[in-house]
């Protein structure tokens, strides 16, 4: 009867939306990773828009950016007794969220947590079979379904949304209606987010000016590449328009004076004519505003990266992943290194930086991969590059047989493209490490990377006042054993 009558007393009208950490607040400032880039959760900030345009109070905490948020989310919630809060999480990030949801389940009984993102969309049913701390799982797009779930109160009966049952059983019926005219959304509610806008950062060396911001303007990718997850959007491709583009970086100028924008899509120029009406909007009525984008090289060429570079393009992001061939092949749709080093040089022609995305450790990778991989990068006229550890994640097509290639030491906390959880057959984790470190240490030690560098200092101040800033972070983590870690 006591927790009937606590139950009652929640406010089904109010949620609260959380952004894990990933681990513990006190190595939060020993985290590189934050102090290199610090983006907004743009999921939840457009969650948080969508369900306040219907009536309910979303508020956004993000533990990334305030890690000492334990003591904030116990007090929001004892205060104002949310029926729900949400957490979004990738898979390192998971065990961070299941822990804040089973203190605020014990704190507010009646309370009921769910959790959305590609690590539990992929995973779907075994998250409750081996989570008690779960309530509900959103699979896939999630206006919509946590839309539904707030105005119902359970999840029952509800499409996209994994429940229990009377008995403990598992229930889950896919949604089978179209994905949302993207259009049709209100622009995120960045204002949920303390400190924004300067509390957050674009990578150093990544943007001219600051403040800057991060914005999503499509959903999907149609490729399918062995290391891509698709369980939240699929393989479908929906965008918003460029008069939608437009407005959204109008407004981010007008209201916290944004001055650089980067479009977090997996592929901003897959609609060339959408790309190209939004770049002459920027022509004829400037902004005084700059973007960055990621692009495959097959959706590119000479003239539209001109008219980019006329509308405020600053840095363009291309995925190599590897500089081998056969190992590219085995990973990657229209696997074309030549086509890649061709579409760079022309990026570059047209006066935009270029940064290459790649990856080490991918089932079947060598030393002579690596090497590879190596002469080919530092043969490119690159201005930056990341190179990731390569991480089979739940969701993706490696996922499924990845054991089979290699050893996979499945620790969730650890998957966060920072640790070699899987080793290829012939490779040990401490060479991937060496050939991790080397490769980077060859790359910022080339004259022209260095000389390039420099001229950051007039091209992008803000992040050399970064940089400075945390020059000894920076020197410990480049000359850090992290077979250790």
Not at 97 to 115: H, I
């Amino acid at each position: 009867m006591t927790t009937t009558t606590t139950t009652m007393t929640l406010d089904r009208k109010r949620i609260l939306l959380i952004h894990p950490l990933g681990y513990s607040a006190d190595r939060a400032a020993a985290d590189i990773a934050r102090k290199a880039n610090l983006m907004p959760p743009i999921g939840l900030v457009s969650l948080a828009a969508y369900l306040e345009e219907r009536g309910f109070v979303a508020d956004v905490i993000d533990c990334f950016a305030h890690p000492d948020s334990d003591k904030m989310i116990d007090r929001y919630v004892s205060e104002h007794r949310p029926a729900f809060v949400g957490f979004t999480s990738t898979t390192s990030s998971f065990h961070d969220a299941l822990r804040m949801a089973e203190r605020v389940k014990a704190l507010v009984p009646g309370l009921q947590s769910v959790f959305g993102g590609a690590h539990v969309s992929a995973l779907k049913g075994q998250i409750l079979e081996r989570f008690p701390g779960v309530d509900y799982v959103a699979v896939g797009e999630g206006e919509r379904i946590l839309c539904e779930l707030l105005e119902a109160g359970s999840g029952e009966g509800i499409k996209g949304i994994i429940s229990r049952g009377a008995s403990g059983e598992i229930l889950y019926e896919a949604r089978t209606d179209k994905g949302l005219e993207l259009d049709t959304l209100p622009l995120p509610a960045y204002d949920k987010l303390r400190g924004f806008p300067d509390k957050y950062k674009l990578p150093i060396f990544n943007y001219p000016k600051a403040p800057n911001a991060s914005c999503i303007s499509s959903r999907g990718c149609p490729y399918q590449c062995s290391y891509c997850d698709r369980s939240v959007f699929g393989r479908s491709f929906r965008y918003n328009s460029a008069e939608y583009l437009y407005n959204h970086m109008e407004q981010l100028n007008d209201i916290y004076g944004i001055k650089h924008i980067n479009f977090y899509d997996d592929q901003f120029t897959f609609n060339r004519e959408r790309v190209e009406k939004f770049c002459l909007m920027m022509i004829d009525k400037p902004l005084g505003m700059t973007f960055n984008c990621a692009v495959r090289a097959e959706h590119v060429d000479e003239q539209l990266c001109l008219l980019m570079k006329r509308a405020g393009c600053w840095m363009m992001s291309l995925g190599i992943e590897t500089g081998d061939p056969e190992l590219l092949a085995q990973h990657r749709q229209n696997a074309d290194l030549q086509m890649l080093e061709d579409t760079i040089r022309t990026i570059k022609r047209a006066g935009i930086r270029v940064k290459g995305l790649l990856m080490m450790g991918l089932p079947g990778e060598s030393e002579e991969s690596v090497q590879r991989s190596m002469e080919y990068v530092f043969s490119l006229p690159l201005d930056d590059f990341n190179l990731a550890k390569f991480t089979p994640f739940p969701g993706t097509p490696i996922y499924e047989n990845v054991h089979d290639l290699g050893t996979f030491d499945e620790d969730w906390e650890k998957m966060d493209c920072m640790h070699f959880q899987f080793v290829p057959t012939g490779m040990t984790q401490e060479r991937l490490e060496e050939l991790f470190t080397l490769f980077y240490k060859k790359h910022y030690t080339r004259p022209k990377v260095m000389a390039s560098y420099v001229t950051m200092l007039w091209k992008s101040p803000d992040s050399w006042i970064r940089f400075i800033k945390n020059f000894n972070d920076f020197w410990k983590f480049a000359n850090t054993d992290r077979r250790r870690a």
